[in-house]
């Protein structure tokens, strides 16, 4: 089977396992983190563009938090139901093992392929998209809003200083700018409904 094919046959794949969620890890977050990816990998000539692609689209769909899969069993039953050769199988394994935050916070992914994809799926957690899926993360799971506040603190503020490539810091920076202008006027306006009137 063609390189074209099994990305499209992936595409289709995530959305059959992602279809249905709403919030953080819905198809739209897999499509955008795969746009996210490709955007990157251009200016990145070394790094393997069937890797990326097909590691971005099946990131998610041995998520602890959606699945009960154990070592990416559904990524894994996809790569073999499509006849992709044990190596490549392996390196997109390890690259989709690369992209989990909380997995690898302070590690940077050996591969250009797992620096990529996890650079592509931490830039979704930014800017005004960010800022959408962290509350409807919050609302999802009935968390109050001032908690949900500080989940910009915890981790969204500092995503920017860690990421790995340079196309990836450039729009992690402007998206971090957008979050702070946001974060302020947030501020003002919480501050001033507490002012007695
Ligand atoms: P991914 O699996 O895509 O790396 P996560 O599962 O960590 O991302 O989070 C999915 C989305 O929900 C992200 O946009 C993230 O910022 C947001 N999120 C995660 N944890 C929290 C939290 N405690 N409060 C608010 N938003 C959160
Ligand atoms: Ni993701």
């Known amino acids: 089977m063609d390189q074209e094919t099994i990305i499209g046959k992936a595409k289709d794949y995530a959305g059959e396992l992602l279809g249905g969620n709403c919030g953080g890890h819905d198809l739209q977050h897999t499509l955008r983190v795969y746009d ?3 955007a990157i990998a251009e200016t990145e000539p070394a790094a393997d563009l069937f890797i990326i692609s097909v590691a971005a689209l099946l990131h998610d769909v041995d998520d602890y938090k959606l699945f009960n899969t154990t070592d990416y069993q559904n990524a894994r039953t996809f790569l073999k139901d499509n ?12 690259t989709i093992d690369s992209v989990s935050f909380s997995k690898n916070r302070d590690k940077r992914p050996a591969t250009i392929e797992g620096q990529i994809v996890q650079d592509a ?12 899926r962290t509350f409807a993360f919050g609302g999802e799971h009935h968390r109050p809003m001032e908690q949900t506040f500080r989940h ?3 981790k969204l503020l500092l995503l920017k ?29 919480i501050k001033a409904s507490e002012l007695p009137r």
């Open 121 to 132: 799926d931490r830039l979704d957690a930014l800017g005004a998209i960010g800022i959408a």
């Open 152 to 154: 910009f603190d915890e």
């Open 36 to 38: 996210n990816a490709l």
């Open 83 to 94: 006849f992709v050769p044990e190596g490549l199988t392996q390196r997109i394994i390890e």
């Open 161 to 189: 200083d860690i990421m790995n490539t340079k196309a990836a810091k450039t729009i992690a920076q402007k998206r971090h700018k957008f979050m702070k202008n946001y974060l302020r006027e947030l501020n003002q306006e």
